[in-house]
């Protein structure tokens, strides 16, 4: 089996794996650093659960191959839930105080998304949320507490804004 | 499921990713952004022997302007990049219309405008912009370059003019004019989900009336059709009055389309989404007027 040496730079980390080509980033992550805060849903980007930053960008953790991923700064959700992320903490806490999960498995998707949104809109409208959660799969919560949460967040980042 | 084992190399210019080809015939394929290959990969719909990747060949990423006052289009833009440019945002708004109904930011964040094109899904939106605008693929294979028009490109359900060893390196289409209007519009069951109808439209505005104007449906064939009757209708200088010109548009586009029966959706079904969807579009056309 032809295998590839494979260094991607993980939350901050470089790490260098030897891997077959078809290895995902998804499980590249899970399989080969124990990063099993990203999960694996649908495997063909309908669901959004394996979604992570690369390169401050959201992608589909199982639409993007580990190879593709070489000399790619890649942010998990365990990156993001390091001190320092603060758009991360506070969706993380309003996700808690709005109920916005239940079962947790498209969580950490969300919260990677979310994280870019309010990162490029600090206030984005509630369609405009909808818009953004729009790829992912929850099948608790029927939406309307992710929405709020993220609304929450904003709203907190917002109030709690020092001076730049 | 988890692709089939495959070879992966890193294109190190187009000539090598042509002479990588060449040299595996059948069993090599082109990733880029990969947001369908992948996908069909992992379905096993696809079992390429060697990935070909020319994902990173950032020069094919460029947005120019030519000197002819043409918009080149690099096929490895990001659909992401479609978006934010000011380039496409002035000089081909139909694209920036369409962009936002292409799946979601994560995948926008990676599949690129020559991969959605090379791929030809029947339902996926640039394919009939392309149509839409008349514009010209541009190809490098192992007989050198050429130029296709779009409207001669899509030959079938995720079939093309594209040849053995060829690779799609650009689009090139001419920039809006002042008095020219675009508008787009499709039906899907969710946000960023496939297309039941589309269409993708392009035309020429005078005294609040479309004196030119192309009409690319997509998710109503193995291709985008260009329908060409109820685009004559809606031009018809017999016809002065634009409510009677749309009606008569609505009726001949039972001549121009044929749209398949599926699972998601009946042939009855999509053709009447087609027709409300055409009343969308040309209305809005009409009511923003020339240069948008």
């Given at each position: 089996m032809t295998t590839m040496a494979t260094t991607i730079s993980v939350n901050g980390t470089s790490v260098t794996r030897q891997v077959e080509?078809?290895?995902?980033l998804v499980d590249f992550l899970r399989?080969?650093?124990?990063?099993?805060?990203?999960h694996v849903g649908c495997?063909?980007?309908?669901?959004?659960?394996c979604t992570v930053l690369m390169d401050g960008a959201t992608v589909r953790g199982c639409l993007i191959l580990a190879v593709q991923a070489s000399g790619r700064d890649v942010l998990t959700i365990e990156g993001l839930s390091e001190p320092g992320h603060r758009i991360t903490k506070a969706l993380q806490e309003a996700f808690v105080l709005r109920n916005?999960?239940?079962?947790?498995?498209c969580t950490p998707g969300i919260l990677v998304t979310a994280t870019e949104l309010l990162t490029q809109d600090p206030a984005p409208s509630r369609e405009l949320i909808r818009e953004a959660i729009s790829g992912h799969y929850c099948?608790?919560?029927?939406?309307h507490a992710i929405v709020d949460a993220v609304q929450q967040a904003a709203d907190v980042l917002a109030a709690t804004q020092g001076p730049a | 499921m988890k692709p089939a084992p495959f070879d992966y190399v890193r294109a190190e210019s187009v000539h090598h990713a042509v002479r990588l080809l060449a040299e595996n015939k059948d069993g090599a394929r082109i990733i880029a952004g990969g947001q369908s290959l992948m996908t069909a990969m992992n379905f096993r719909m696809s079992s390429p022997a060697l990935l070909v990747d020319?994902?990173?060949?950032?020069?094919?990423?460029d947005i120019t302007l030519t000197a002819d006052a043409r918009l080149r289009i690099g096929a490895l833009t990001r659909h992401a990049d479609l978006d934010a440019s000011p380039d496409i945002a002035a000089h081909t708004p139909l694209l920036r219309k369409a962009i936002?109904?292409?799946?979601?930011t994560a995948i926008r964040n990676r599949g690129t405008f020559g991969g959605s094109l090379s791929h030809a899904?029947?339902?996926?939106e640039l394919p009939a912009c392309v149509m839409a605008l008349d514009a010209t693929i541009h190809i490098v294979g192992p007989d050198g370059d050429r130029v296709v028009p779009a409207r001669h490109f899509f030959t079938g359900v995720h079939e093309t003019?594209?040849?053995?060893?060829?690779v799609l390196v650009a689009v090139e289409l001419d920039v809006i004019k002042a008095d020219e209007v675009s508008g787009f519009g499709e039906f899907a069951?969710?946000?960023?989900?496939?297309?039941m109808v589309g269409l993708a439209a392009h035309g020429r505005i005078a005294a609040g009336l479309l004196t030119a104007v192309d009409l690319a449906f997509f998710a109503v064939g193995s291709t985008p059709i260009l329908a060409r009757r109820a685009a004559a209708a809606l031009v018809d200088?017999?016809?002065?009055?634009p409510a009677q010109r749309l009606q008569r548009a609505r009726e001949a586009l039972s001549l121009d389309l044929d749209p398949p029966d599926d699972p998601q959706s009946s042939a009855a079904m999509r053709m009447e989404l087609a027709r409300v969807l055409l009343g969308r579009v040309v209305g809005d056309m009409l009511a923003r007027g020339a240069g948008a």
């Open positions: 080509p078809r290895t995902n399989g080969e650093l124990g990063l099993t805060g990203t495997e063909h980007g309908v669901c959004g659960a916005a999960l239940q079962c947790g498995f099948r608790c919560t029927g939406y | 020319i994902g990173e060949l950032e020069h094919l990423r936002r109904h292409v799946a979601h899904d029947p339902a996926s003019a594209l040849g053995a060893g060829e069951r969710r946000q960023g989900d496939y297309a200088p017999a016809t002065p009055d």
